[in-house]
């Protein structure tokens, strides 16, 4: 077989989407109550917070960084949020407020990797922990529970007589500016840079710890976003909500295709598995399925992820050096696969 052939369609993310097409058909035929209107509704509710915070990780990982500590800025911030409606603060101030504070809880913890040169697994795990222990300090094991009329309704209700969720407004007004950015742009390409190697990109000229700031930045007020999304969903706000759903996030983004060693991954195949995670908890919902099991099954995923990635990488590597000459153009001296779908130019 060509080997071109293999290199335009036999992608990750091809193989991704047929799998997903297949879930999604086996879940209308199979399982019942899934194609209802209210169920579909419910089940892109539930993972309006989840496809907003994959957006800004996405862009980590291929940077060769992480943010374990999303799911705890959510808490805080929907805490924060919380107090400041109970204490009579305008809506629309309040959402300001904690929009300006993802702004510095991302800061901050961008600052220790890049002014102190931290790791950034070993920060965001400790930030993890301590934003969500200030949750606990600010709001103890309470929780808020009244909010304005506007704010629940965001909430509850979809757009005009679509069976979309007003919640999932944010993440697709996002979702293109981050694929273009990512893709289409000089800071995309320098991402993907990054990724591939520090060090090169510092001496070709990219300012790497400015944008390694900028992404930690981007991260927290989308998480902060998201716990506005979360708090209007739930109409609460406490210290422990979305406990695990870092968990979730990386899973999509490594399911989608993103190396966990950086510089590869594209956001067409971030949807896809956005798709069919959001569809397998919700068929194991439907199916009377615990959290606890859907965890499991979520963690077996990132582990599945990991190895067929890296398995996918090998054979293709393998079957290029069988078909083609040793010294032939479209393989890497490394023996990694070059190609234009799976790894974007990343010239300055």
């Known amino acids: 077989m060509n080997p071109g052939f293999i290199e335009r369609f036999g992608t990750w993310e091809n193989f991704l989407a047929a799998l997903t097409a297949t879930f999604l058909a086996y879940a209308v035929l199979c399982v019942p109550g899934f194609a ?12 309006s917070e989840r496809v907003l915070i994959v957006l800004p990780m996405v862009l980590l990982i291929i940077a060769r960084e992480i943010d374990l500590s ?112 990512l893709e289409r742009t000089a800071v ?17 000229g990219v300012y790497v710890d400015r944008i390694r700031l900028g992404l930690f930045v981007a991260s927290g007020v989308v998480s902060a976003l998201a716990s506005i999304v979360f708090t209007a969903r739930l109409a609460n706000s406490r210290a422990d909500n979305a406990v695990g759903m870092e968990l979730d996030v990386i899973t999509i983004a490594l399911l989608g295709g993103v190396s966990v ?19 397998l908890r919700n068929v194991l919902g439907l199916l009377q399925v615990g959290g606890d099991a859907q965890g ?16 996918a990488q090998r054979l293709y590597a393998a079957y290029l050096s069988f078909a083609k000459p040793p010294h032939s153009a479209g393989s890497s001296p490394g023996g990694q696969p070059v190609s234009v779908k799976n790894a974007p130019d990343s010239r300055m």
Do not use: H, K
């Open 36 to 47: 209802t209107v209210f169920n579909v509704s419910q089940a892109i509710a539930g993972a």
């Open 70 to 181: 999303v799911a705890s800025i959510l808490a805080l911030s929907s805490v924060i949020f919380g107090v400041l409606v109970q204490g009579g603060v305008p809506l629309s101030l309040a959402v300001v407020l904690v929009l300006a504070f993802g702004a510095l809880a991302g800061a901050f913890n961008g600052g220790l990797v890049t002014r102190l040169g931290l790791p950034s697994l070993v920060v965001t795990l400790g930030t993890m922990a301590m934003f969500r222990g200030i949750g606990y300090i600010v709001l103890g094991s309470g929780s808020v529970n009244e909010f304005p009329e506007a704010f629940t309704d965001f909430g509850i209700n979809t757009i005009g007589d679509t069976p979309l969720p007003w919640t999932i407004a944010p993440f697709l007004i996002l979702a293109p500016l981050f694929a273009i950015a």
């Open 188 to 204: 995309g390409r320098r991402i993907y840079a990054i990724g591939g190697n520090p060090d090169v990109a510092r001496y070709a």
């Open 261 to 279: 060693f950086g510089g590869r991954g594209r956001m067409v195949g971030v949807f896809c598995a956005l798709i069919l995670i959001a569809t």
């Open 296 to 311: 499991t099954i979520t963690g077996l995923l990132l582990i599945l992820s990991l190895l067929a990635s890296s398995t």
